[in-house]
């Protein structure tokens, strides 16, 4: 069936049946337009109330986790961290070689810490030089380790030597394997790995000396060689080819002294050891000599370590010690750093402020009526026929003003602005018999100016809320500490799949928790919101409530559409009877005229 039929009309009557039934049909199409604008409101109320819960859902993933502390879905991590600041009491200013970490466990307070040795490792520098351009009767023959063997390396010098063949050289106990056809370098690389050496071997190409040096720290970390010392299964250890002693690396067991074994004097303990490396040329070989860490808490507490890291557990520090700390003393200063927790809980306050203030308007703002007049006519939807009559611009402009205002009190959006105020400022149970709300750290209601002053928008006192996480408040309540605070915002509250459970764990759980089982309740699937609108994309795109409304709508459309072309094929034939009518009463009467004129 055409819709749009081409027809003939008035030519009989002259009249203009056309308009005549374009007039009769506006009044009827009226309930068409009705029917299509609150369609329209609908698509346009379904479409702003998935931005919404679009914002909702951004601002739960951002705002529950701000700077990455309160996090409802990961696990809280540090709120308020510790500090700790260091001063030198012998010298001013000067905390070289001492350092410390603070974990967040750390005890607030100060202490002493006196410095007796950092902890070192073995290392011996060889007494044979080997640089220069000396001929071959030269003690300071210039090699290349890369590329000399030990066969040559041997074979020249003040002392030349012949070797071939294999051999083994016994260093901290274990045989290393030597080849007389063996570079330099894969001797030195076959010390490095041998398993369990706990020594590692170098060749100082500036100073022209092989370097022998423990590959642990402590004083269980030394090198040995040579006299003193014995092969794997107590057997006497071992210089083949004599090569250690060419290097100047042999016979490496000193007599190590210490002043507090001697002495006995307790202010000779944790002292550097003496080191005396018997008949060897003075400078010594060591270049440091293995030792542990050892300090002096307060005066009395001794503390050793082996690493040069001085873990001090039950303050939870770690102390970083370098040679030049020894024989000072440092002032530890550990404080509560609240700035962290101050930047945090600002920017968290004022994140939910900015929501409020969202929903607020979204569900606050009035369509808007023509001329800003009270009783003026709203701004609805165009038809066809009025865009036909507007640019472009007058358009866009007006369908901005018809969809303004759409979720004005808007029964889904006031409650759940109602539930974040409620939850928000409710004293949130910490599981530890204590009970902490907002405004027992300075934060109340009431903030802004005008109608914004009465929607829940937070205020900080920062001074209020600084002394509660110094502990300065503890007096007063001995709940208001930083880890009741950093508690009250982040105490899990548990994973929920319904509304029910989410309601139900809402009183013990955290205030960030809280936030985001609000919006779980109105954007997840078995939200509200959801339900009502659902997601573009998603499996309830077109089953939500809103959308089956719509459905019903164009069912309706559809129907009224059909009726509305009968409607004018009614008019317009009840026009052609009549065009009809009057064709045959013209007839009748032009035969009546000329039947009355021919009797004549």
Do not use: C, K
């Amino acid at each position: 069936m055409n819709p749009n039929p081409i027809r003939f009309t008035g030519l009989f009557s002259g009249m203009d049946t056309q308009s005549m039934v374009n007039q009769l049909m506006r009044a009827e199409n009226m309930r068409l337009e009705r029917f299509t604008r609150r369609r329209q409101h609908a698509v346009w109320r379904q479409e702003d109330l998935r931005g919404t819960m679009s914002h909702l859902d951004a601002w739960r993933a951002t705002n529950t986790a701000v700077g990455g502390l309160l996090n409802p879905l990961g696990g809280a991590q540090p709120f308020a961290t510790m500090t700790s600041t260091v001063t030198n009491a012998n010298a001013a200013g000067n905390t070289t070689g001492f350092s410390v970490v603070t974990s967040n466990a750390a005890s607030i307070g100060a202490f002493d810490v006196e410095v007796r040795s950092a902890a070192q490792r073995d290392v011996v520098r060889g007494d044979a030089q080997f640089r220069g351009t000396a001929t071959n009767n030269s003690s300071h023959q210039q090699i290349n380790v890369s590329t000399m063997t030990m066969e040559t390396f041997m074979g020249t010098g003040s002392s030349p030597t012949t070797i071939s063949g294999s051999s083994h050289v016994t260093i901290n106990g274990r045989n290393v394997l030597i080849n007389a056809n063996d570079t330099i370098e894969q001797f030195m690389n076959r010390v490095n790995n041998t398993e369990g050496l706990g020594a590692r071997m170098t060749f100082d190409a500036f100073r022209g000396n092989f370097v022998l040096e423990s590959t642990g720290m402590g004083a269980n970390a030394t090198v040995r060689t040579g006299t003193g010392t014995t092969a794997p299964g107590g057997g006497v250890a071992m210089d083949g080819f004599g090569v250690l002693t060419r290097m100047g690396l042999d016979d490496i067991n000193p007599t190590i002294t210490h002043a507090y074994t001697t002495s006995s004097d307790p202010n000779d303990w944790g002292l550097p050891p003496t080191v005396t490396d018997a008949g060897r040329a003075v400078p010594s070989r060591f270049l440091s000599s293995a030792r542990d860490a050892n300090i002096i808490i307060d005066g009395d507490l001794r503390v050793t370590s082996s690493n040069t890291r001085v873990e001090l557990e039950g303050l939870g520090l770690t102390i970083n010690l370098t040679e030049a700390a020894q024989g000072q003393t440092f002032r530890i200063d550990t404080q509560r750093d609240v700035t962290a927790a101050m930047e945090t809980i600002t920017e968290f306050v004022r994140a939910y402020n900015e929501l409020i203030r969202h929903l607020n308007t979204l569900h606050s703002t009035p369509r808007p009526r023509a001329g800003g007049a009270v009783r003026g006519a709203l701004f609805e939807p165009l038809t066809d026929e009025q865009r036909a009559g507007m640019s472009d611009r007058e358009i866009e402009r007006w369908e901005e003003q018809a969809r303004t205002g759409m979720l004005h009190r808007d029964d889904d959006l006031r409650r759940i602005q109602s539930d974040m105020r409620r939850w928000m400022m409710e004293g949130v149970d910490l599981g530890n018999g204590q009970r902490l709300s907002l405004h027992q750290i300075g934060i109340t209601t009431g903030y802004g100016s005008g109608p914004e002053r009465h929607i829940g928008m937070l205020q900080i006192n920062p001074d209020v809320l600084q002394n509660a996480l110094e502990g300065g408040l503890a007096h007063i309540n001995p709940a208001i500490n930083a880890e009741n605070i950093e508690r009250m915002f982040t105490r899990p509250g548990g994973v929920h799949t319904t509304n029910a459970q989410r309601n139900e764990a809402m009183p013990e759980a955290g205030l960030a928790f809280r936030l985001n089982f609000i919006i779980e309740n109105a954007t997840g699937l078995t939200g509200t919101l959801r339900d009502r609108v659902g997601i573009a994309n998603g499996h309830d795109a077109t089953t939500n409530r809103m959308s089956r409304q719509i459905q019903a709508y164009d069912s309706r459309l559809e129907q009224m559409q059909r009726w509305l072309q009968r409607r004018e094929s009614h008019f317009f034939a009840m026009f052609a009877r009549m065009e009809q009518a009057m064709a045959q009463s013209q007839a009748q009467m032009d035969s009546i005229f000329a039947f009355a004129g021919g009797g004549m």
